[in-house]
């Protein structure tokens, strides 16, 4: 892709007019899609994000044929040292902002900025009604990014992740965790009112909860409640996912209080043993946290504010 002062910029879903003063970055940057011929590059990125745990290499495949995701590259030295993702997605509604990265050896240099609003102009320009993305409450650049684009933080929830769940021997089960299908869990899930701002969670993505977000959450994930007189009391999600360390069990959980909470962790723990997965990542409401770093096998990560916030901006 070329563009130059005047012209319109390509992209999977055609072209979209570009305005004086959007261009000169565009040019000075040269961003470009990514192409298959840059799996090497985003892998060597991969291998210097998150000690190499990061998912890009799980993504970069789909992306290159999504005719919804809308990729961002930019070179140094002929090779990608900058990427970023925008993929439509709830019908066109949301533009979900993700992948973006930076070599280390380029960071601090504005390249992340620069394809932030790049992302942005693309958005505005499909159109989408929204834009949002999450991200960890202590990736300060990120955060800072975000409020450069005019993004609020609309809530967080708390991660964790841990291995070695083998050593593991703990479990509760105060009342019954059924398996429900995506089928019989709308409205009956958004009634019960136990999701903030009534958006699923799962592995670092949101969804508005609608009958079609937990059709499409199903292809990937398992769904399990506790009910007491026809009101769901807890509802979890679960599914094994590669990592680069093997196979890891990821959950969301949402419950009304504590022993309900634990309930589903339990019944994880399970889930994560009979999947083969020696690690566990969970996400789950704030107000859980102090219940949570109670329990005598969960390894704190020391000096680190382990949460995920979903920004959001409305045009
Ligand atoms: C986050 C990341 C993309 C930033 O890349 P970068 O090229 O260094 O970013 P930029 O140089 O464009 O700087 C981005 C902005 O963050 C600011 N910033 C950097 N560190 C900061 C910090 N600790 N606190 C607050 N702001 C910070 C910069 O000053 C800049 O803001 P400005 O343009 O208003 O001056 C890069 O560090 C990276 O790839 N990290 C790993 C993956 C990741 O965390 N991705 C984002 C979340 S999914």
Redesign the pocket.
């Known amino acids: 892709m070329k563009s130059r002062a005047g012209e319109s910029l390509s992209t999977r879903e055609g072209r979209v007019h570009i305005s004086e003063s959007q261009q000169s970055d565009i040019i000075m940057h040269d961003i470009r899609p990514l192409r298959d011929s840059d799996r090497e590059d985003v892998l060597e990125i991969a291998r210097h ?2 000690d190499g745990h990061d998912y890009l290499p799980y993504f970069f495949d789909a992306w290159l044929t999504d005719r919804n995701s809308h990729t961002a590259a930019i070179e140094r030295g002929g090779h990608v040292v ?1 990427l970023a993702n925008l993929r439509v997605i709830e019908n066109g509604r949301t533009g979900w902002m ?5 070599h280390p050896d ?9 394809l932030t609003h790049h992302v942005v102009k693309l958005a505005r320009e499909i159109p989408v009604e929204r834009i949002r ?1 999450t ?1 960890a409450v202590g ?7 975000g409020t ?1 684009i005019g993004m609020r933080r609309k809530f967080d929830l708390a991660v964790h992740w841990q291995d070695r769940l083998d050593e593991v021997s703990w479990s509760t089960s105060v009342s019954p965790i059924m398996e429900a299908s995506a089928k019989n869990l709308y409205p009956s899930l958004a009634e019960a009112r136990l999701l903030p701002h009534n958006v699923v969670v799962y592995d670092w993505k949101a969804l508005d909860l609608s009958p079609e977000a937990l059709e499409k959450t199903a292809v990937l994930a398992r769904f399990w409640i506790q009910s007491q007189g026809g009101r769901i009391e807890s509802f979890s999600l679960g599914f094994a996912h590669e990592d680069p360390a093997g196979m890891q069990w990821s959950v969301t959980i949402y419950a009304r209080n504590n022993p309900t909470f634990l309930d589903q962790l339990s019944h994880h723990l399970k889930m994560a043993s009979e999947n083969e997965c020696r690690t566990i990542f969970l996400t789950y409401p704030i107000d859980y946290v102090s219940t949570f770093y109670s329990l005598d096998w969960v390894r704190p990560i020391e000096d680190e504010e382990m949460a995920l916030t979903l920004l959001e901006r409305v045009f």
Do not use: M
């Open positions: 994000t998150w900058a993700e992948g973006l990265r930076v380029y960071r601090g240099q504005g390249l992340a900025s620069i993305y991200t990736n300060e650049s990120s955060l800072h990014l450069t």
